[in-house]
């Protein structure tokens, strides 16, 4: 993983480490990870993904990565290419010895008058197949919203 910093843009050059460091002596942070994607127009597809190391009462710490692509053009691809990212991301992280994330959170809106729900079943499964816990938009998914914010700064 590279690219990662802060939500204020300071570089981290080891997500690992920071995030370890981060935990040392806390026991109530959950890690909980979520992404969004924006295409624009015909250039180019932009991922965000986040991590936030959240702590009841006290808010979170945020780091993210946006990574460009070449352009997307369907959108039920790129959708689920935004969940698997979360995914790859929460396996990346167990597999280096950080706490299992407590949630995905994924920006797909449960509401079938959105496109984005013609692939919520698809995408509840894969995260929940990969067990995780997941959360949708509406449903709690707090930070997709700091992904949105990403991918469109």
């Not at 010895?97 to 894969?126: E, F, H, V």
Request: charged letters at 25%.
């Amino acid at each position: 993983m590279k690219n990662f910093r802060t939500l204020y843009g300071t570089p981290i050059p080891n997500p690992i480490e920071y995030i370890k460091e981060y935990l040392v002596g806390k026991t109530d942070v959950e890690i909980l990870i979520g992404s969004d994607s924006q295409s624009y127009g015909t250039r180019e597809t932009i991922y965000g993904v986040v991590i936030a190391l959240y702590t009841k009462g006290k808010g979170a710490h945020v780091l993210c990565v946006k990574e460009k692509t070449s352009f997307e053009k369907d959108m039920s691809s790129r959708l689920v290419k935004e969940v698997w990212k979360s995914v790859e991301l929460a396996e990346y992280l167990k597999s280096n010895g950080i706490p299992k994330a407590t949630y995905i959170d994924i920006d797909l809106n449960p509401d079938p008058m959105y496109n984005s729900n013609k692939i919520l079943r698809q995408a509840i499964g894969m995260v929940e197949g990969m067990g995780y816990k997941v959360r949708a938009k509406h449903m709690g998914a707090s930070v997709t919203y700091a992904a949105d914010r990403l991918v469109k700064s």
